[in-house]
Structures are given as structure tokens and as C-alpha cells.
T-cell receptor, first 113, second 113 residues
Framework: EAGVAQSPRYKIIEKRQSVAFWCNPI?????LYWYQQILGQGPKLLIQ????????DSQLPKDRFSAERLKGVDSTLKIQPAKLEDSAVYLC???????????FGEGSWLTVV | AQKITQTQPGMFVQEKEAVTLDCTYD???????LFWYKQPSSGEMIFLIY??????QNATEGRYSLNFQKARKSANLVISASQLGDSAMYFC??????????FGTGTRLQVFP
């Protein structure tokens, strides 16, 4: 089966610009996650969706980050305006249901200059 | 609060030898899952092995095994017969009863000839 797809793979933007990342989970997976991984650190959960509803967004900086999962399939993560400290890898992951393995995409590398 | 601790920032192992990567966790939930992921320099998070809190036997997947000691709250990853391609970052993660997956800080494994 196809894995979690993410795009773009790499993005370089100037501070105060905006950027959007797209994620297509594995077919049939109800739970979708967005993680932020800063270089040298472990991934940090930004937001978790169950179908098209938000389960947890407690660590999402809502003044500049937004995410949606229309129709409970694809998801988009947006940053506006970007700051230098947003430079990181943004990982999307999905799982079929509770207790199942969580699979990750290849990540989207963001550099803010 | 749930927490994952990986105390080894880096480990070295010679090819064909076995290596143990340490992981301890903290949770008050009786039901949880423990994961190990490999992250090569390409950035993708690759699932290796899973252990459920109620599993009676230690999980094994090929050259990977998980040494699960519930009373000590440890879930160490053992890689047998190390290969050069095993060089990567390794993350221990815990999934709680809300499906939230939290990560440790990772261990960088270097396999040398």
C-alpha cells in the first residue's frame, strides 16, 4: 500500500512570508498527526485529527499556525507569518485506529531565512 | 504527565555486534503502547517495532527486539548483528490512551566497520 505522502519536500522562505504543507495519509487511516521536529530534537506534536475533527491542538501556536483536514482525508498545515524559529522538519503521520501502528511521511523541510 | 527519556545522545557499535538503546517512560495510564522509530539523514521516520502495555511477550521484528520491563518502566531496543545501514537516529515513543504519540530526544547510532 502507498505510504503517507507529503509535499513539498523542501521549502525556503523569508521571515514573515507564508507557507503551506500538504499531507495525504494512508488510505483508510482515520487519525492524522502533524509534528514539528527542530534539528537535534525529537518530534513535537502540533495537532492531531480524528477523521475531520481536532483531538489535540494544545501545542499548536495558533497565532501563526493553522491546520485543517477537510473531508477527513488530506490535511494542510499553514504557517503565516513565518519566523526564523519555525525552521524545522514538518512530519505528517497517520494510523488506522486506536492501538495501530503510526506511519510517517518523509517530512517537509522548512528553512526560514 | 507522560514522558519518554533517552539518556544516550550517541552510541557506537562495530558491525555485526549487538547494541542496546535505552528508553524509560513515565505514565499513570494502565494502557499504552511503546514504539521505536529509525530516522536516517533523509528525515523519514521509519517504524521498527511496537510493544503494547498488556503484551506478555517481548516484541521482536527480525534483527530488532524490545526488552520490555514493565515494573522498571523501560523499553530498550536491541539491534542484533548491526549493519552499516543501521547508522541513524533512533527514537523511542509512547502512545497514550488518547492516541497521542510523544517522543524522546533520540539516540544517534553509529555503526563502524
Amino acid at each position: 500500500e502507498a505510504g503517507v505522502a507529503q509535499s513539498p519536500r523542501y521549502k525556503i522562505i523569508e521571515k514573515r512570508q507564508s507557507v503551506a504543507f500538504w499531507c495525504n495519509p494512508i488510505s483508510g487511516h482515520a487519525t492524522l498527526y502533524w509534528y514539528q521536529q527542530i534539528l537535534g530534537q525529537g518530534p513535537k506534536l502540533l495537532i492531531q485529527f480524528q477523521n475531520n475533527g481536532v483531538v489535540d491542538d494544545s501545542q499548536l501556536p495558533k497565532d501563526r499556525f493553522s491546520a485543517e483536514r477537510l473531508k477527513g482525508v488530506d490535511s494542510t498545515l499553514k504557517i503565516q507569518p513565518a519566523k526564523l524559529e519555525d525552521s524545522a522538519v514538518y512530519l505528517c503521520a497517520s494510523s488506522f485506529q486506536t492501538g495501530n501502528t503510526i506511519y510517517f511521511g518523509e517530512g517537509s523541510w522548512l528553512t526560514v531565512v | 504527565a507522560q514522558k519518554i527519556t533517552q539518556t544516550q545522545p550517541g552510541m557506537f557499535v562495530q558491525e555485526k555486534e549487538a547494541v542496546t538503546l535505552d528508553c524509560t517512560y513515565d505514565t499513570s495510564d494502565p494502557s499504552y503502547g511503546l514504539f521505536w522509530y529509525k530516522q536516517p539523514s533523509s528525515g523519514e521516520m521509519i517504524f521498527l517495532i511496537y510493544q503494547g502495555s498488556y503484551d506478555q511477550q517481548n516484541a521482536t521484528e527480525g534483527r530488532y527486539s524490545l526488552n520490555f520491563q514493565k515494573a522498571r518502566k523501560s523499553a530498550n531496543l536491541v539491534i542484533s548483528a548491526s549493519q552499516l545501514g543501521d547508522s541513524a537516529m533512533y527514537f523511542c515513543a509512547m502512545r497514550d490512551n488518547t492516541d497521542k504519540l510523544i517522543f524522546g530526544t533520540g539516540t544517534r547510532l553509529q555503526v563502524f566497520p
